[in-house]
């Protein structure tokens, strides 16, 4: 079974710009979670989304703003860059439903953005 | 407001020797406990997880402790090998208060010397 695939793996963006990540979740699974890692601040819930709906927003700025399509497929996007935002962003995904509650999230390898 | 905090940021330990990673926690309406461990330029992988309802779960070498009481678990690898030496994340989540997302510490840099 194929894991969580991220694209691209590393990027590199201009203050200003905007960005956008991708997510493919393992099959069978319709919940999609992102996770921003910064070194030294563990990793920071972004967003969730199950069924192309958000279900839980962390405490991240409306330039932070993510989708998912009909095949769980799911999409973050970061608009008017920041230095700061460079970081490793995670995707994750996991079973919906009361088994998801117990399931634990299955990462990707990450996008690597870099701000410059 | 840090709810999971991991307070050693790195551990070094003997390769045989017992590793102990510890992780505490503030929001006591956390009910199931599980930790990751994660590789330089790869995602977190899943170790390990506890409910609440234990105190205890074994999978091979690794164990993971919870008291409940004093807001902290812990996990024990046993013995430590080279290959453990990543960052492990402690993370946490409310089952009980319907989907919450599942919350992180900052991570624990085990590095097992041979």
């Known amino acids: 079974k194929a894991g969580v695939t991220q694209t691209p793996r590393y990027l590199i963006k201009t203050r200003g710009q905007q960005v956008t990540l991708s997510c493919s979740p393992i099959?069978?699974?319709?919940?999609v979670s992102w996770y921003q890692q910064t070194p030294g601040q563990g990793l920071q819930f972004l967003f969730e989304?199950?069924?192309?709906?958000?279900?839980n927003k962390g405490n991240f700025p409306g330039r932070f703003s993510g989708r998912q399509f009909s095949n769980s497929r799911s999409e973050m996007n970061v608009s008017t860059l920041e230095l700061g935002d460079s970081a490793l962003y995670l995707c994750?995904?996991?079973?919906?439903?009361?088994?998801?509650?117990?399931?634990?999230?299955?990462f990707g390898n990450g996008t690597r953005l870099t701000v410059t | 407001d840090q709810q999971v905090k991991q307070n050693s940021p790195s551990l070094s330990v003997q390769e045989g020797r017992i590793s102990i990673l510890n992780c505490d926690y503030t929001n006591s309406m956390f009910d199931y406990f599980l930790w990751y461990k994660k590789y330089p330029a790869e995602g977190p992988t899943f170790l390990i997880s506890?409910?609440?309802?234990?105190d205890k779960n074994e999978d091979g070498r690794f164990t993971v402790f919870l008291n409940k009481s004093a807001k902290h678990l812990s996990l024990h690898i046993v013995p430590s090998q080279p290959g453990d030496s990543a960052v492990y994340f402690c993370?946490?989540?409310?089952?009980?208060?319907?989907?919450?997302?599942?919350?992180f510490g900052k991570g624990t840099r085990l590095s097992v010397i041979a």
């Open positions: 989304y199950f069924s192309e709906t958000q279900r």
């Open positions: 099959s069978g699974h319709r919940s």
């Open positions: 994750a995904s996991s079973l919906a439903g009361s088994r998801g509650l117990l399931s634990p999230l299955h």
């Open positions: 993370a946490a989540r409310a089952l009980n208060s319907g989907n919450t997302p599942l919350v």
């Open positions: 506890i409910s609440s309802i234990k």
